[in-house]
Structures are given as structure tokens and as C-alpha cells.
């Protein structure tokens, strides 16, 4: 791969362009799904772009008492994590755009780093709405990741690799064991609802309760950054639990295994739309009881479960 | 963790999402739990019983029932029915029957809206979208019946306005029974939704002793197992001559008066039906005097929200020389700070909205919080400070004449 492709593909395809409209549109899919769910029309297909260009055309206010620095770099910061976890995820294929052992633990590390800047982001912009909300993004941090964390890990132990482009080659030859991995499926979409701060666990940003949480202070330029960042995370997540829990497809030609790829992440979108259509906003205290005391247990079976399959085969 | 001593100020109010009418409560957190509920109205003040002065009776049935957009026929009725007990006017059964026909259709379209809001406020908008598509076909039907979706103009003094076509009882009939079938299913839901019943249950607890010594009216007190519906207790309109349940839940939390309001939904469907059977023929109004002779009286009406009191003095002319509303919501904002006790902030909004509150009907009066806290003034001094404050900042109104003597 000389320079000029690698940074044509980093920018344009399938990297941070790629990415972008991808975000867009799983965001129309959401809406569009969650209205139709809930017997409503819902927006048409260039709702997200024009919300986002309305944003951008926007006054962009900080506040006097915010750490300027910290609230201007956050959405930056966001956006820039997610793009650089999806070059380690394969999206059609076995091979991710630049893999090495380990990026599994790189994508999780990376994916975290936009729920640290919605705490630094909300944190240093003085509001006390915002400040509340910081305070839930971080508490819950700590309940959904581990279940997510074990929920990846599990697979990765039957396979023996820590690289996701190593999962995903593993399982391609080995079809029938993502059946194996069906409970931990179910935990990594779970827990990738508090990762995207979704219903029942989009308490930090619980609009009844504190006003928009963390993003009550930002408006403008960088409330187009942060939203453009949950939209691609969206994306990044869905691709990461697609990649190591869906590994259908993955040999066609690379046409077929867009269209292939493009179907997963549909998929999981939907179900992502489909359980915030179902529930009520948990409190934080009960999702943090219901993560520790069924979400994480449930993980660990995952855990288990593969570790004796591993003997057995 | 946050610092267990470290109490952060929250306001919710008088601007907030989760606010339909401005009021303010200014919350004091220990991290997720409420320490101390600060609670104050008068955001809203619209001057309508003053209006009602100004005003023949008749403009007043008109103004009265702009006190509420919800519950517009309540505020009416009890309006009407204090002057017609000054006049001395006996309704026809017809009208009785119809004023009874929309306000129980009033409390469908009151309730249902009730739980869409509730679902909104614990972040389940999927209930708002279902109950308030639902509700359309209530107030499409008010509308057919009466010409308007809120403000229906029903009443007037000594009767109806609008008579009930035959031809109309077989379109009420199928919405009440298209809402009766929707209702079940709510009712099912709600006794089998998991996370629904996590954040209604056991949140904004009030006990029947509380309830009673803080004078909670409506569904509020039902769920709390106060056994009290001025619909029975004091029948007016045609009430006496329909059978139904007062529900009651003891449950005396939120999930309380979910269960109750939607107990209260089944008991109207069938008193509908009762309404359209037993519906007699004649006139529908009497012929009432524009003067109203000197006298005063009290209306009591069992609104969605609980039980509404209107009073009307009269002085022998063709306008009320006073006029007092008792809102449903202000005999339960007491009690919103005891359920609010110890609570989570993320149940503030939920419990808040349990009372089905409607805080612009309820303020009444204009209260001046300056440092020392809060002051109330007469006409006089009102008048004297409002000089003042121009005055110092270069502007003299002293010469203007005003009601009252200004010496300032």
C-alpha cells in the first residue's frame, strides 16, 4: 500500500468520508425505524444531513466559565477516536484496513474515548445540567463496559487472537461456531445501548430530567461534531459486534461483500431501534444493579462456555 | 463518588424540558437524591377571576373556560352550576345528561393524555405515541360533537348549547369501544412491563394520612386509598342516576395512579353507555335571567384532575361581583414535596407529573421575592412601588392618575 492510497483510504474510503455517510444514514434508519415502530411517519431521508448542516451554519456559543480548551477539543477528540477505531475493524473481508494483534483491545480502548470527552466536554462547561450528566456518562461507563469488554473477549478466547481480523478469519473457517458466541451477541447489543446512551440507558442526557445532560452547553459547529461522532459510533459499534459475532459472507467478491456488510449493520441497527422502542429510561442505580448483577454474570457464562468448547474441540 | 456533605442546587423550573407550564423547583442533590424540594408558582398569573368581574355572566362562561386547555368543561360546569344555584334555575334532564356525556368524553381525552405524559417523562415515548394516537379518536369525536377539539363551549348558563344527534350515539358508541380495547391493552401493559413498572413503583410515595391531612384531591388521593369522588359524594349533573365504581388503589405510589386513572377510564366507557341509554328527549337549556339576583354559591366538580371549586357572589347586577378558582392542582401541590422526600432526581419529573398537574389554572396571585423573601402587597402599595422603580431609574409616573392615591 504506497502513502497516496493509504491516505486516500483513511479519508475517503472506506475510512473517514465512508464512514460520515454511513453514520448519516444509519441515523435516518434509527429515526426512521424507531417513528414507524411507534406509529409515526418519521424524517425523510435527508433529515440527518440537513439537521447537521442547520448545525453548522449555527452561532456557536461558549460559555464564559467553561475551560475554553477542553470544551472546544472534546468533539474533536470524539470524532477523531471513533474514525480511528473503525480502520482496525474488518468490514467486508477478514482483513481490516491496517490490523495487528491486539486491536481488539485498541477498538474498545478507543470506542471509550468518546463517552471521557462527553464528561470532560459537559464537566468543563459549568452548567450544573451538564454537570450532572458528566457525572451519569462516567458512573455508567462503569457498569456497561466490562459486560461489553467480556462480551468481545469470549470469542476472542475460542479463536485465540486478539486481533479482530484474526476472529473474523477464524470464524469464517469455522462457520458453526458463532453459534457458540449467541449469548455474548446478546450482551455486547445490550451493552452497546449504554455505549450509544440509547433508551433505557440514555439517562445521561435524560432530557426530562437534565435538560440535554452533557450537550446542554454546546451548540453550533461543536454539537455537530459530537452528534456526528454518536452517529459513527453507531456505525464503528455495530461493524465490531457484526465482525466478530456475524462472520457470514466474509469470502465474496468485494461488491457482494459490501452489500453483505452493509445488510449486518442494517441489522443490528435494527435491533438497536427495535429495544429503545421497547423500554422506559432506567434510573442509573438500577442500571448499574441490572449490568453488575445480570448483564456482567451473563458475559462471564459467555466466558465460560467458550473455555469449555476450546477443550472439547 | 461525589462528597456525601456536597449538596449541588438544581433548578428545574421555571423554563425546563420536562416542564409543560412554568413553575420552579429548585432541588437540592445529594448526588442522585433529593435532600430538599423548594416549590413556586406564579410564573403564570393571567388575572382571570379579576377578568370575571369585569364581565357580564355570560362573556364569564366564556373566559371561565379558558382557565384550562385540558380540562375546559370542568371549569365551565362548576362555573355555571354556582350561578344557576344563585338563580334558582332547574336544568331539563337532556341537558344534565349532556353535560355529564362531554365532561365524562373530556376525562378520556384527560386521562389518556395523562399517560402518554407519563411514559414521555420516564424516557418511554413509545406510550406518548400510542395513548396520544389513541386519544385522537376522542377528540375528533368532541370535536363532531360540540365543533371544537379543547375548547368545546358547551355550556351555557341554564343548559347546553348543542343538542346530541340520534344519528351521533352510534359514533360515540364505536369509540368507546375502540378505546375500551386500547385501554385493556394499557392496563395489560402496564401490570406486565418490566421496566415500567421499575421506575412507577414505590416512587413518590404518599401515605393515606398524608394524603388526607394535605387535602390531595382526585386520582392523587385515590391511589393513595382515600375513598373520595365528588361524583358520588355530592352528585351533580345526572351522576345520581348512573352506576359506577369509585376506584381506589393502595398502592400510594405512582404506579398507584396509573392504575387508578386507568381503572377511572373503564368506569366512563360504561357510564357512557348508560349516558346514551337512559339519554331522555326534551329542551336542552332554560331561558336564563342576564342579571343574576344577589347571592352566592359554591360549584363543586369532579374534574380529571380531582375535585374543582369555583365560587361566585352576586350582586344583583349582570356581573359577578366575586369569582374564586379552586384548581385540582393547587389542593395537590402540597403534597408533591412529601412524595418528593428522599427520592432520586431522575423520579422528580415522573412524580411531579403523577398529580397530573396544570399549574397555570392554579396561580392566582403575584407575589414580590426580593432578599427578603417573599412580600404580599395590596393594590395601594403595588401601585406606590411600581412609581418607585421608575422613578429611580429616572422616570416620574407620580403624576399619572391611577386607581388609588399616589403619594409616593
Known sequence: ?313 | MPNKDKIVRVPIGPQHPALKEPESFMVDLQGERISSVALRLGYNHRGIEKGCEERTYVQDVYLIERVCGICSHSHSTAFVQAVEEIAGLELPRRAKYIRTLIGELERIHSHLLWLGVAGHEIGFDTLLMYTWRDRELVMDLLAELTGNRVHYAMNVIGGVKRDVALDQYARILSVVDALEERTKYYIELAMTEETLAQRLSGVGYLSKADAERLGTVGPTARASGVDRDTRRDDPYASYDELEFQVITDERCDVFGRTVVRLGELMQTYSMIRQILKQMPDGPISVKAPLRIPAGEAVGRYEAPRGEDVHYVRANGTDKPERVKVRAPTLANTQSVAKMLEDGYLADLPIVVAAIDPCFSCTDRMIGVRGAGGAKVMNWEELVQYGVRWHRERGVDLSSLKMRGDVTA
Open chain 1, 1 to 313: 500500500m504506497t502513502v497516496g492510497t493509504a491516505v486516500l483510504s483513511i479519508l475517503v474510503f472506506p475510512g473517514f468520508l465512508f464512514l460520515v455517510v454511513l453514520g448519516l444514514a444509519g441515523e435516518f434508519v434509527d429515526r426512521r425505524l424507531y417513528a414507524r415502530l411507534q406509529n409515526r411517519q418519521g424524517p425523510p431521508w435527508y433529515q440527518p444531513v440537513a439537521d447537521m448542516l442547520k448545525l453548522f451554519g449555527k452561532e456557536d456559543v461558549v460559555p464564559e466559565e467553561a475551560d475554553r480548551r477542553v470544551f472546544n477539543l472534546a468533539p474533536v477528540f470524539a470524532l477523531a477516536a471513533v474514525v480511528a477505531a473503525s480502520l482496525y475493524i474488518p468490514l467486508w473481508g477478514t482483513q481490516a484496513l491496517l490490523p495487528f494483534d491486539g486491536d481488539l483491545i485498541v477498538v474498545v480502548y478507543l470506542l471509550l474515548i468518546p463517552t471521557l470527552t462527553f464528561f470532560l466536554g459537559g464537566w468543563t462547561s459549568s452548567s450544573v445540567f451538564a454537570t450532572l450528566g458528566a457525572m451519569r456518562a462516567i458512573t455508567q461507563v462503569f457498569a456497561y463496559e466490562t459486560p461489553l469488554l467480556v462480551s468481545l473477549l469470549a470469542p476472542a478466547l475460542l479463536a485465540n487472537s486478539w486481533s479482530i481480523s484474526g476472529i473474523a478469519a477464524y470464524y469464517s473457517a469455522h462457520p458453526w461456531l458463532w453459534a457458540v458466541n449467541l449469548i455474548g451477541f446478546g450482551v455486547a447489543l445490550v451493552a452497546l445501548l449504554g455505549k450509544l446512551e440509547r433508551v433505557p440507558f440514555d439517562i445521561p442526557e435524560a432530557e426530562t430530567e437534565i435538560v440535554a445532560g452533557v450537550f446542554t452547553e454546546y451548540s453550533g459547529r461543536r454539537l455537530a461534531f459530537f452528534r456526528l461522532a454518536i452517529d459513527c459510533e453507531a456505525i464503528v459499534g455495530a461493524s465490531l459486534v457484526a465482525a466478530i459475532f456475524l462472520p457470514f459472507g466474509l469470502g465474496l467478491a468485494p461488491w457482494l461483500g459490501i452489500l453483505v456488510y452493509l445488510a449486518k449493520v442494517l441489522f443490528v441497527l435494527a435491533v438497536l431501534a427495535l429495544l429503545r422502542t421497547l423500554f422506559a429510561r432506567l434510573r442509573i442505580d438500577q442500571m448499574i444493579a441490572f449490568c453488575w448483577k445480570v448483564l456482567a454474570p451473563i458475559a462471564f457464562l459467555q466466558v465460560l462456555v467458550n473455555l469449555i468448547v476450546r477443550e472439547l474441540i
